[in-house]
């Protein structure tokens, strides 16, 4: 199997060349602060912009992110990985499932992931009130028995949290097999072989958090003079050609960030998260970005969302995730996020090779 990294060129010279917070630090320059209107920018890329496909194998993704095998001192923050972390994950992986009284739709996210073949578990995260009844638990397992394709069926389980808390998603599980954690929402869909893909992009880079939903960050000057971070959706990464961040409604991370998230981050960014009841996939983005200093890596792939608009749709849901990331550096010191302009895209699928 074949991977096609797309890099986005830019002139390094030119006064449009993409911003980048990475960047903007290490050259200490403060605020990035004029912004031309996304689609007039997006406009001059396609038609005025030299664009650069390089391809390569696996062996070459894994020269590209040879970086993420530093980790990186924050706030006497360190964290140490065992010898496992660096080889290739054991077996296939885990799928944990994030849900919230939404049965139906997680009786067709468990049937379908339960039909991919590298999946080796599924974990469902229960942080309702009322455990899961007798019924829900015996038409899961046996759905899971008869989608799964290999003979060594899918352990399914569901994780029972006391407490309604987001933090619950990132909680370490007991007795994994797997050193590779699927990270999803409960409607979100990816199709089995663009998984499995992601997969082996994954393995590759197993520091790296690799995903399917990609964001962006960076500083903004507001009127009175201060800055503050803004939080980009699709159209930022879209109009910009860049991303420092995969969200975690969809996205492979190695199984120790649970332990890492969950007893090695700073405590107030849990309470933080609590409170807020938002912003846990930016707390875990900052801190994988936090132990490898590298960027995440984006898997071009279809995915499709089988629920109705959640609070993403809202349109307080940018202002709060503003507030998160200012919040966020705030009590870090820093924003560890690193951007890039690399994606990784089955070869496979591309009419040009």
């Known amino acids: ?44 890329q396609l038609l005025g912009e030299a664009k650069l496909k390089v391809f390569l194998g696996f062996f070459a993704l894994c020269v590209v992110f040879f970086v993420t095998s530093r980790l990186s001192s924050f706030m006497g923050w360190n964290p140490h990985y065992p010898s496992s972390v660096s080889s290739p994950s ?23 992931y339960a039909s991919c073949s590298g999946t080796e578990a599924i974990h469902v995260v229960w942080s309702e009130s009322d455990p899961p009844s007798e019924s829900l638990k015996a038409y899961l397992k046996k759905i899971v028995f008869h989608k799964s394709q290999t003979a060594q069926k899918p352990n399914f389980k569901f ?38 893909f992601a997969f082996t992009v994954w393995q590759s880079a197993p520091f790296a958090m690799v995903g399917f939903v990609p964001r962006m960050h960076w500083l903004e000057k507001a009127e009175h003079g201060d800055t503050y971070y803004k939080y980009g959706g699709w159209w930022s990464v879209w109009s910009m050609g ?52 590298a960027p995440p890596i984006w898997v071009k792939g279809k995915i499709y969302e089988i629920g109705s608009s959640g609070i ?40 040009f090779w």
Not at 90 to 112: E, P
Not at 175 to 193: G, Q, W
């Open 312 to 351: 993403s749709s809202l349109k307080e849901h940018g202002e709060k995730r503003n507030k998160c990331l200012s919040d966020f550096a705030t009590l870090y010191g820093t924003i560890p996020l690193v951007s890039t302009n690399v994606k990784a895209v089955d070869a496979r699928q591309e009419w």
């Open 90 to 112: 054991r077996g296939g992986y885990t799928v944990l499932i994030n849900t919230w009284k939404r049965n139906s739709l997680l009786k067709q996210s468990v049937a379908h």
């Open 1 to 44: 199997m074949s991977t096609l990294i797309g890099i986005r060129g830019e002139d390094a010279n030119s006064i449009d060349a993409l911003y980048s917070p990475a960047k903007e630090k290490a050259a200490n320059r403060g605020a990035y602060s004029s912004r031309s209107p996304l689609l007039f920018r997006r406009a001059r």
């Open 242 to 293: 860049t991303y420092s961040m995969v969200l975690s409604k969809a996205a492979f991370f190695h199984r120790k960030y649970l332990d890492l998230y969950t007893h090695k981050m700073p405590s107030p960014i849990h309470d933080y998260v609590s409170r807020e009841r938002n912003c846990e996939d930016i707390a875990m983005s900052l801190l994988v970005a936090n132990a490898t200093g």
């Open 159 to 196: 994780d029972i949290n006391e407490e309604d808390n987001l933090n619950n998603r990132f909680k370490p599980i007991e007795d994994l097999k797997t050193d590779a954690i699927f990270s999803v929402d409960d409607d979100v869909i990816v199709p089995c072989p663009t998984l499995n």
